[in-house]
């Protein structure tokens, strides 16, 4: 019969074992004791989500009235303005890292590639959640577009009002992770982060970086920035944020 003191102490058991099926996928910030809920979390995400099921897309007219915009709604850089003034004609999308044919990719050859359309729910760790359609290209076409080497392991993304942050391959290749630049039926508008954001549905609202200026492809994260891979990690967020 299994007691509760048998199912309690397997709890750390399940752990370690959870753990060291994906010891070789752990980010830096994580594996500590810690981390030790962050991390549980994100081993047993792993595992569940292993054959990357979709997230729940809904039907137009779930859309939400007024989606809310928060934090940078329209970031007050020079550039970014001259930009905006010129409709994004001259913004470039530099890709490089581990890759074999690093690029500057314009909006224009971004809305080459075969677009994908989704609605979505989005949930902000802040408590409220809106619903929009997403229009973009998946990220995984964009990597292969630029040749990711094998080596690679984390994608990287900053942005222009100073955020950063990056996601592992697991979560980059997922068919719903968009480089987005449409919102509703429309140009992606400015207040929701034009003219390209992040969509990584898998993941709490955080995640998902407005105004992408940049992206770097990479074995590891312990070397950029600050090492935690990412912006929110000195504010307490975790690097991993999924739902
Ligand atoms: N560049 C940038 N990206 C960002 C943010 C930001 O302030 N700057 N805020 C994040 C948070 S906490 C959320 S919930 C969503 C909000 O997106 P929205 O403004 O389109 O609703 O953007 C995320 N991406
Ligand atoms: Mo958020």
Redesign the pocket.
Known sequence: MITRRKLLAGIPAAGSVLLTACKDSLPPTFGSLFDASNTLTFASHRLLLRNQPLVREFTRDKITKN???????NPKSDRYQQLLAGGFSEWRLPIAGLVSKPAELSLETLRSFPSRTQVTQ?N???GWS?IAEWTGVPLGRVLQEVGMLPQARYVVFH???G?WDSLDMFDALHPQTLLAYGMNGGELPV???APV?LRVERQ????????VSRIDVTDRLDDVEDGTGAVGAAYGYSWYAGI
């Open positions: 989606f809310p915009a928060i934090n940078e709604t989005h902000c760790e802040q809106a942005t222009v009002d955020w207040a929701h982060g954001r709490l609202g955080y995640k998902h970086l407005k105004y």
